[in-house]
């Protein structure tokens, strides 16, 4: 299955769902947030996959070949050979965000809060499969 797709945001919030460490880790998490693919040009669609996630569940994993007309309190971009990195573990979530080779949106101050469950997040997106 390819990242982003249907399929993929089927299986990762199934991977969520079933992942105890984030279970525990977000348990008093509210919220959305968005995976987007920034593509190299502004004028192509940028697909991802949204979250709504509520008390250390997935309620829902959507695609959107364009991620951009999503609405979200946090959105977690990078570039389609970023992703690629990512889901093969060449990256590490948080210091991809430190060093700009991620980038969040949305309220830090809430993020900071929840960061172990955070890097669960991009953890169990990593090891969803994710090839071509």
Not at 8 to 25: D, I
Not at 115 to 122: F, G
Request: aromatic share 10%; hydrophobic share 45%; with cysteine.
């Amino acid at each position: 299955m390819r990242f982003p797709s249907a399929e993929w945001a089927a299986a990762y919030q199934k991977a969520l769902n079933e992942n105890a460490a984030y279970r525990e880790a977000a348990k008093a998490w509210v919220g959305d947030i968005l995976l987007l693919v920034v593509p190299p040009s502004p004028a192509d669609p940028a697909p991802g996959v949204h979250l709504d996630l509520a008390d250390g569940g997935c309620r829902a994993a959507t695609f959107y070949a364009d991620g951009r007309t999503v609405r979200s309190e946090f959105v977690y971009e990078g570039s389609a050979e970023n992703w690629a990195r990512l889901m093969r573990h060449e990256v590490d979530p948080v210091k991809a965000i430190m060093d700009g080779t991620f980038k969040v949106k949305g309220n830090l101050a809430k993020l900071m809060r929840f960061t172990r469950a955070a890097k669960e997040l991009v953890e169990t997106a990593s090891n969803v499969p994710a090839g071509p």
